[in-house]
């Protein structure tokens, strides 16, 4: 997104009360991807590239399509559109009606390519012939993020658009009826008070903006009723202009059906077994996770719809916590399920390996195409600052995920070596008292020591323990690693009993760096359930139930989950959910209540059905009830859920009205909400147990 254009949303959206001036929203329309760009198909048609954090690529940046007769144009609207997924497959199918004829158009992302193959079936009473008929499409390019010191050439069928290295090609399988250029908005149309409503008419006058601009309208005409549009996004270096225009040929070629765009489609995702579980949701989830990876297996945790970081740090980055909880998940909900997911999980662990930092841990933020650091606020690590300025939580995840590849004999070089120097790691923010140090909390919006990062340490040390049996010894640890982890768990196990709210009857939020409890709720403190099961699992003291969690620590469990669920939970007509924190203020807009998250609503979900299958494994009663909480909170985020929008998709956020806001899809919950699945329907808890007739 180029400023113009954010300036421009600015003017249109200033004083919204739902929308957030200055931003690209995604929470409509769908994206087609997964093996290359990511580019969004809006209601109206109008596609944009969001793929740099995953390419390197910027391509375009907005675009707007229409139908024209005569030289007459009818853009398409939303309000008269329709649009679905074919299938499984991430083939985005938008049907645009007009008063002159139907288009139906099929959106595909081929590796560095796109492809708009579309039909027209004149309106019976328009008096309108196909062959009078073309296909109008407006697009703006910023190659190398450019929208200024670009330049075009022209061919009979492409224009070509350049900066410097990246070079991005339009095209047509039917020829170019017509095309010309034109300039961005000039610095009295960006100054003055009213948007712009862009493509312009030619001006002849300004023979220059037929060359000096990364913006072009074409028309491509039909040929039997039907053509198609292609861009190409490529590197100078690495693809000729030559080789870049025969490419789009070969694509025209291969792909000149909806029937062949979707099977080249059904590639690019994994295929879900007829037999799967809540198979929609399944689809969506992965159809989304596979958009949002890089081909290194890193992935972004949404759509960058604030590149400007006016509201928010922006989101097209990977975040290591989010990433390795994800992969985490994935691991977990492939052994469940059977989604034939291993070259996934070896290419995330992988990156992990060559991300790692000398002292053993991971920094903040990093690109996806190649794990280089990115932009981040949490790099005290590499500065010279003390910790605070670190999310330790980050690290923990990683050591989690690393540990359960291992035991599932994930195959990597050097795993080994980074689980032990990331123990080491570990070690260096736990303090004496058995919790870790101060530093950043997972929300990235305050200072102190986390009940959250405190559950992480305590699943990071218990996995490892459970998986690290043969790791060589090192003389930094009192015991072998998977020994010493064992006794760090014991360690934090123990000291969670310091973050103990005996009036709420709940763990608090955090110690703050004055030695307060903070006593809010905080759905991040959910964590807690999994990092007890995974606890249990290592046996040791146990209570008569058998297992490592003795009684008292089940019944706190069992009080805090229900404690924060039900603190956090807000209904409306709108919607149900759960939101992040007590006194959260971020993107209210003019609402004075704390906004639903789906991540919060998710891990609600997934932190209940934890619990359950823990306290079934004590032979506890109260897991029955746990398991039906875990069902009503994963309805809420499934296909037919308040917080699930049409598409599949779940945004980051609500308003209480039911508007969704913020990045859409977020990768997280989609995460989170595929290994609730598979965690109830491993334990028979998705379905409730049908109860008997009266005789």
Partial sequence: MQLRDALDDYKRHAGH???????????????????????????????????????????????????????????FEASRSRQRYVDDAPLVET??????????????????????????????????????LALVAYAAFAPDGRDERVGQLRYDDAVEVYHADEHDFLASATGLADRRGQLPPTFPEVLDDAPMDLPRDRDAARYDEERLSGEIVVEAPFEDGATTLGTLLSDRSETTREEARSRLDTLFAEFDSPEALAAAAADTTPTVPASVPERESVVADLRVLSFLSAETGLRIAGPDFDPHYQHSGGYGYTWFRDDAEIATFLLESDDRLGLGLDDWHARSAAMYVETQRPDGSWPHR?????????????????????????????TGSVIAFLARARGAEVEVDGLD????????????????DGRPVP??????????RFTHTTATFLEAYGALARHGEGLADDDRFDADPAGHARDRAREVYDALDDLWLPDRGCYALRETVHGDLDDRLDSATLALASAHRTYDALGGPKSDAGGAVDDERLDRLVSHVDRVVDGLTRETDGISGLFRYEGDGWRRGDQPAEKVWTVSTAWGAHACGELSTLLDAHDDPRAERFAERARDLLGLVSPDGSLCEPTGYLPEQFFDDGTPDSATPLGWPHAIRLATVGLLDEHDMLAAEPVPADD
Wanted: aromatic letters at 8%; charged letters at 25%; a negative charge.
């Fill in 17 to 75: 009360e739902r929308l957030f001036a200055g931003e690209r929203r995604t929470v409509e329309g769908r994206f087609t991807g997964g093996d290359g760009r990511l580019v969004h198909v809006a209601l109206d048609g109008g596609l944009r590239d969001f793929g740099y954090p995953l390419t390197g690529k910027s391509g375009l940046t907005r675009s707007r399509f229409g139908l024209a007769l005569a030289g007459d144009v009818t853009w």
């Fill in 95 to 132: 049907v645009h009606e007009t008063d002159r004829a139907t288009v139906r158009r099929y959106d595909l992302a081929v590796g560095d390519a796109h492809l708009t193959r579309a039909t027209v079936d004149p309106a019976p009473d328009a008096g309108v012939d196909v062959e009078d």
């Fill in 417 to 432: 070596a980074t689980l032990v120097d990331a123990l080491a790691s570990l070690d260096s923010t736990l303090a004496d």
């Fill in 439 to 448: 530093c950043q909390n997972a929300w990235e919006d305050s200072i102190g």
């Fill in 366 to 394: 990093v690109w996806p195409r190649n794990g280089s650091l990115a932009p981040g606020w949490a790099n005290a690590r590499i500065e010279d600052g003390p910790d605070v300025d670190y999310q330790a939580d980050q």
